[in-house]
Each structure stands twice: as structure tokens, then as C-alpha cells.
């Protein structure tokens, strides 16, 4: 299957502090990516849909000025975690959608632990 | 609105039985139907798939779905497990139509005795 790749695998921050992942398709151009959160022991909420060129549309109950979404180029999203919390913690986990397919190809997700 | 339910939390098997995993939805249409699997601290791997046709779904690592459109099922079954298996597995639906975004079943996690 296609490869998606996410940057960094595990992070720490402190409160209050800005923390970017990056979510990469690897062997094809994803107009469409996902970014969804997983809190321990449960499923994937879906946070966002990321449009290349376009602004990320949110999810109900998502901050958008929280965790703000780029999706600038064909294979690069990136998702920034601002003034992070300890309620923050959690893994992040995103996704890109094959323009040619309907399925999804998930990343390795990032492990986020804010002290 | 959408929604998976996964009745089990967690199912317990011997190596070498068979599994049953099981899946309910609810959707105004048949929509795309899909199993995944994950295992500890890592992303999800798509082990099956249902769009259309042929309602008996054959995915990788053995693992089989069957998609039941009068009972709103999406069964996930394998006729003998090994201790590979254990792992986490979330059914999930998707719109037709729709960007591709995803909703997931709360998960059933397989735990695999020797």
C-alpha cells in the first residue's frame, strides 16, 4: 500500500508552547488529508479535512485557532498545536486520501505529551 | 447521522480458533464499508474493504468481511487466528460521495492465548 509519513514519531513540550507535525505522502499526490486524534484506549475522532490550497474544514468542537492546518503542497500537511495543554496529550494521527481511490493510507502517528 | 458500533471491547481467543469481530452501522444508504488494524503505538493498516458488488469481501493477512445489507453488518472473520493477531481492529464507514472522511467504530481489542 501507499506510504505516509509523519514527523516527528514522539514529542514533549511544555505549556504554553507550539508544537507543528507533519504528515507526508510518500509515492502519491493527496489533494485530500486527514488529521484525527486518538485518546488512550479509544477510537480515531476526526479533527479536520485538509484540501490542498485550501482552508482545513473542522470538525464540530475542534479549535480551529488551536490546531491550525496547512496544506500547502500535494504531499505536505502539517498540523500545529498552539499553546499547547496538558489536555493536548494525546496521538495524532493523519491520514491522505489517493485522488484516484476512495481509501485512506494512515501515518505512523505522533505521540504528543505536554508537561 | 453516521455511526459504527463495535459491540465488543474485547474478545479473548486460542491460537489456531476461529474470530468473529463484529460491526453494526447507520447510514440512510450503503456506504463504504472498511476494517482496520493496529497495533500498539502505531497508525492503522486497511485490512478489507466493501464498495460494491460481491458481498463477501477477502482482505490480507486471511481476514474476510461480509457485508449483510438487511442486518447493517460488516462482520470481520478469520477461520484461524495467530498470535500475530493481536491488536486493535475499528471498523469504519464513509460517505458516498464525500471527501473520504471516515467514521470509526470504538475499536474491539483481540487478545490471542497460545
Known amino acids: 500500500g501507499a506510504v505516509v509519513s509523519q514527523h516527528p514519531s514522539w514529542v514533549i513540550c511544555k505549556s504554553g508552547t507550539s508544537v507543528k507535525i507533519e504528515c507526508r505522502s510518500l509515492d502519491f499526490q493527496a489533494t485530500t488529508m486527514f488529521w484525527y486524534r486518538q485518546f488512550p484506549k479509544q477510537s480515531l475522532m476526526l479533527m479536520a479535512t485538509?484540501?490542498?490550497?485550501?482552508?482545513?474544514?473542522?470538525e464540530q468542537g475542534v479549535e480551529k485557532d488551536k490546531f491550525l492546518i496547512n496544506h500547502a503542497s500535494l504531499t505536505l500537511s502539517t498540523l500545529t498545536v498552539t499553546s499547547a495543554h496538558p489536555e493536548d496529550s494525546s496521538f495524532y494521527i493523519c491520514s491522505a486520501r489517493n485522488p484516484n481511490r476512495y481509501e485512506q493510507y494512515f501515518g505512523p502517528g505522533t505521540r504528543l505529551t505536554v508537561t | 447521522a453516521q455511526s459504527v458500533t463495535q459491540p465488543d471491547i474485547h474478545i479473548t481467543v486460542s491460537e489456531g480458533a476461529s474470530l468473529e469481530l463484529r460491526c453494526n452501522y447507520s447510514y440512510g444508504a450503503t456506504p463504504y464499508l472498511f476494517w482496520y488494524v493496529q497495533s500498539p503505538g502505531q497508525g492503522l493498516q486497511l485490512l478489507l474493504k466493501?464498495?460494491?458488488?460481491?458481498?463477501l469481501v477477502q482482505g490480507i493477512k486471511g481476514f474476510e468481511a461480509e457485508f449483510k445489507r438487511s442486518q447493517s453488518s460488516f462482520n470481520l472473520r478469520k477461520p484461524s487466528v495467530h498470535w500475530s493477531d493481536a491488536a486493535e481492529y475499528f471498523c469504519a464507514v464513509g460517505a458516498r460521495g464525500s471527501q473520504g472522511n471516515l467514521i470509526f467504530g470504538k475499536g474491539t481489542k483481540l487478545s490471542v492465548k497460545p
Open positions: 485538509s484540501n490542498e490550497g485550501s482552508k482545513a474544514t473542522y
Open positions: 466493501y464498495f460494491s458488488g460481491d458481498t
